[in-house]
């Protein structure tokens, strides 16, 4: 069965400091894994796509790194802020051609406080 | 900024009445896609069309929900009767043909609440 799971499930760290989420999963066959970043009240908004070749990729104060062999991506978010405060969540794309579909994680709400 | 726009924000309304949503995608974009957000669920795909077309409803129960695209800027999503187990966020999101490797972009969601 296709899974996706995320952990912590919940997370709070001061502002300034390092976090990194994870995200497992249990796909086949892989195509890409994107995170999207949730702010309260608002809809999710695309951080970064890993695809299969790509083992790290950063984008600001966040980095991505996919381990295709242990089916395993974390998020690194680097000197944290106030505004990163928000639900991260995983999406892997499984299966080819017009059996694709997007399997979703629960997503880890980071709470950064001053 | 080009943005998903959906309509209503919020909707309160009590069981058996009928829930029009709607959802106006990005510009250009010819892939929309509809979810639903719970806590215990997450994100979870109710539809999706291409070119206007429905491609994938499977997600959506089809006895109550109905998802149509009249014309390219506008996409609805319709319950009747309303339940209170369909109590969510519901998101619109847009994108382009070759949808998994390009990002979609989200509407900000209509909370409904099904008394």
């Known amino acids: 069965k296709n899974q996706v799971e995320q952990s912590p499930q919940s997370l709070i760290i001061l502002e300034g400091k390092n976090c990194t989420l994870q995200c497992n999963y249990t796909v086949s066959p892989f195509s890409n894994l994107r995170w999207y970043k949730q702010d309260t009240g608002r809809g999710p908004v695309s951080l970064t796509i890993?695809?299969?070749s790509e083992n790290t990729k950063s984008n600001g104060r966040y980095t991505a790194t996919l381990d295709a062999d242990t089916k395993q991506s974390s998020l690194h978010i680097t000197a944290s802020q106030l505004s990163d405060s928000a639900s991260y969540i995983c999406?892997?794309?499984?299966?080819?051609?017009?059996?694709?579909?997007?399997?979703w994680g629960l997503g880890t709400s980071l709470a950064v406080n001053p | 900024d080009a943005r998903v726009t959906q309509t209503p924000r919020h909707k309160v309304t009590e069981m058996g009445q009928e829930v029009t949503m709607r959802c106006q995608p990005i510009l250009g974009h010819n892939t929309v896609f509809w979810y639903r957000q719970t806590m215990m669920q997450g994100l979870e795909l109710l539809a999706y069309?291409?070119?206007?077309?429905?491609?994938?409803d499977s997600g959506m129960p089809k006895d109550r929900f109905s998802a149509e695209m009249p014309d390219a800027t506008l996409a609805t999503l319709k319950i009747q009767p309303s339940e209170p187990r369909d109590s969510a966020v519901y998101f619109c999101a847009s994108g382009f043909q070759g949808w998994d490797d390009q990002p979609q972009h989200f509407g900000d969601g209509t909370r409904l609440s099904i008394l």
């Open positions: 890993m695809t299969f």
């Open positions: 069309f291409r070119n206007r077309a429905p491609l994938d």
């Open positions: 999406v892997v794309s499984a299966g080819a051609g017009n059996n694709r579909k997007l399997i």
